[in-house]
């Protein structure tokens, strides 16, 4: 166990690199830096100013070396158009954001979970089909759609939450439920087939010739099993609800990575838009390494051998 | 309670499983008691009921199947009136099951320990600490090594044959009444298999509890079987006292399954065991008459009507036209 998790360590490190890279040259992805930063119309003599003040004019290599050290020592350098630090800018929208996308992952799993489990024990009945339509209920609505209803029944109608701002727990309540809805088919989905193919295990039929009682034999015996794949989903999906809450972060106003994401690529922004998509895509790995490690920790036969 | 007392008593049993086509019988008609310390052998071939007929009694059978029975009693109480509720407190309590494949019978999640224990901590009213030395103790029973630190091991860390030594000693662990073991040897290795059965025959003996034993192998039932029960299509063709059956078959079938048994210095090495030719009829739908007509070599014409049951005194009963003497009914 502990030579697996090294070895997905380092591949991990090996991975944050490669995007790294891929980050740095994102700057020269719309042609040259120095021309798009001058803006339209400047003269000569202003671009070659520039280029020399970003260091523009040095080998790519080098210019790689010394983004990538100081990143490593803290220094995420200056917004183009915050005229800000990169890092305190980033890091306190980054806080919002993981809060929203972790308590949407909440919600989705709070709402699939014994959706799934019931569908399961009643597959094919209607039974099943109610638990599917909830569950389908968050998908087939659009997203802003969704969110915009539950700001006038929750809000609007019956003032029981805020409408927008990231003051208070409240304040998260309707944008989780908004994100979290869009991804619980696809949890449900899972955990439904899951059960499934459990329920009908020789070792489901063993622990119901002991006698054991009906919850112990579904959660116990046949939840344990399925839910494996559902943790291995669970990273995947959070790193979706975080670099995919634009949307929802812009109806309810919440000051998140998203809305900065947004901002930085209209202005041209590219430090802070450079440490977002690694940012993003560093959470990502760490995601999907943790989710592997979890998947083998779950799993005697990897843990255990 | 009396040393003979019927621990199980099954009479007309029906298992009836909706498929596409139709109604399928797995199960017809099938009565058999067994006592304590009893052993009975259920014999026949793939296909012919036997696992259909023991998750009926255990109320165990997958929802597509439904049962139906004169009378199944276990201890004189009536299982067709018992409730879920009451099966969940028999079963694994008063009557234990073991499976035929042990590699996939126990759960893979949790430890041998926590999986011989659960149901114990569940019928009786007892302490974790209790719990593991009773377990340790039906480990060391059922012939395990190092029990102790055995139960901190998952299922994928043993062999086939421990798993299988793992399942005997979780049906035993609240001291079962009646035992019911599914072709408990089938799956595993020729050499483990003699040893499986060894150690379930043991332990029956030593128990003195009554148990259904599964098998294909007839040398096995030879061994230890005290009555034995054939089955074909479904139906019970014959039963009877274990020496009885061996003795003097009347059943054409069960002649012909007698046949296919090699013995030790009268069958050549190499040589050709006995066959019973033909196949065994479609289970959906009615049976008319004698279900292995078609193989018989005695069939005749009025085996299509309603087959008679012979007995004999010893307590030998056959569902054929002929009677002891060969004769025809
Ligand atoms: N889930 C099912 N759906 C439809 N038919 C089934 C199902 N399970 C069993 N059967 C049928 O029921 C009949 C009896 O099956 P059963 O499993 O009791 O046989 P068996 O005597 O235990 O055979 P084996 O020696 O192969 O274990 C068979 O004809 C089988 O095809
Ligand atoms: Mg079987």
């Given at each position: 166990m502990l030579a697996y998790t090294f070895k997905r360590l380092g591949l991990a490190v090996l991975v944050a690199l490669t995007v790294s890279i891929i980050a740095y040259l994102l700057l020269y992805l719309s042609g040259d830096p120095a021309i798009a930063l001058a803006g339209?119309?400047?003269?000569q003599a202003d671009i070659e100013m520039i280029r020399h003040t970003y260091g523009l004019d040095r080998p790519l290599i080098v210019q790689y070396g010394d983004w990538l050290w100081k990143l490593l020592q803290g220094d995420f350098g200056i917004s183009?158009?915050?005229?800000?630090?990169v890092g305190p800018l980033i890091f306190d929208k980054l806080k919002t954001t993981l809060l929203l996308g972790i308590s949407a992952l909440g919600f989705a799993l709070l709402v699939s979970v014994p959706l799934g489990i019931l569908a399961a024990l009643y597959k094919n009945s209607w039974i099943d089909r109610i638990c599917l339509a909830v569950a389908v209920l968050g998908q087939a609505l659009p997203n802003f759609f969704f969110a915009l209803l539950l700001i006038m029944l929750?809000?609007?109608?019956?003032?029981?939450?805020?409408?927008?701002?990231?003051?208070?727990?409240q304040h998260f309540v309707m944008p989780a439920i908004a994100l979290g809805y869009y991804v619980a088919p696809a949890f449900m989905r899972l955990i439904r087939a899951g059960m499934i193919e459990v329920l009908s295990a020789d070792y489901i039929r063993t622990a119901r010739a002991k006698g054991l009682p009906a919850r112990s034999v579904i959660f116990k015996h046949a939840l344990r099993n399925a839910i494996v794949p559902v943790v291995a989903l669970a990273a995947v999906q959070l790193g979706f609800l975080l670099g995919g809450s634009v949307v929802i972060e812009t109806i309810f106003a919440l000051d998140g990575l998203g809305y900065l994401a947004y901002q930085s690529i209209t202005f041209k922004d590219y430090p802070v838009m450079q440490i977002i998509v690694l940012l993003l895509s560093a959470i990502y790995v760490l995601l999907t390494l943790a989710s592997d490690i979890a998947n083998a920790w779950l799993d005697p036969r990897i843990r255990v051998s | 309670m009396s040393s003979n007392e019927t621990v199980l008593d099954v009479q007309g049993l029906h298992v009836d499983i909706r498929t596409a086509g139709g109604v399928l019988h797995?199960?017809?008609d099938v009565s058999f008691q067994v006592k304590r310390g009893e052993t009975l052998c259920l014999v026949g071939e793939?296909?012919?009921?036997k696992s259909m007929t023991s998750l009926a009694i255990m109320s165990?059978?997958?929802?597509?199947a439904h049962r139906s029975a004169r009378r199944l009693t276990f201890l004189a109480e009536d299982l067709n009136l018992a409730g879920k509720k009451r099966i969940n407190d028999l079963r694994g309590n008063k009557m234990a099951m073991i499976f035929q494949d042990p590699m996939t019978a126990?759960?893979?999640?949790?430890t041998i320990g926590d999986q011989l224990t659960e149901h114990y901590l569940h019928h009786r009213e007892t302490s974790a600490g209790q719990a593991r030395s009773r377990a340790v103790e039906l480990l060391e029973k059922v012939g395990i090594a190092s029990a102790a630190q055995r139960?901190?091991?998952?299922?994928?860390?043993?062999s086939g044959g421990l798993r299988q030594r793992v399942m005997i000693a979780m049906a035993l662990m609240c001291g079962p009444e009646l035992l019911i073991a599914d072709e408990?040897?089938?799956?595993?290795d020729v050499t483990i298999q003699a040893q499986i059965l060894r150690v379930l025959a043991d332990l029956q003996a030593d128990l003195g509890i009554a148990m259904v034993l599964i098998t294909h192998d007839l040398g096995v039932v030879a061994r230890i079987a005290d009555r034995v029960a054939v089955m074909y299509a479904g139906e019970v063709v014959e039963d009877g006292p274990a020496q009885e059956i061996f003795a003097t078959p009347q059943h054409p079938y069960t002649q012909g399954l007698m046949r296919c048994i090699p013995v030790p210095g009268?069958?050549?090495?190499?040589g050709k065991l006995g066959t019973i030719p033909g196949v065994v009829p479609s289970l959906i739908g009615n049976l008319q008459g004698c279900a292995f007509r078609d193989r018989c070599?005695?069939?005749?014409?009025?085996?299509?009507?309603t087959v008679p049951v012979h007995a004999s005194a010893a307590g030998q009963r056959w569902r054929c036209i002929k009677n002891q003497n060969g004769a025809f009914a």
């Open positions: 339209e119309g400047a003269r183009v158009y915050f005229k800000t630090e929750f809000s609007i109608s019956w003032h029981m939450l805020p409408v927008s701002g990231s003051g208070t727990w | 797995a199960v017809r793939s296909g012919c009921g165990l059978l997958p929802k597509i126990l759960n893979p999640a949790y139960l901190g091991q998952y299922p994928h860390q043993l408990p040897s089938t799956a595993l009268r069958t050549p090495p190499g070599e005695w069939a005749k014409s009025i085996c299509q009507e």
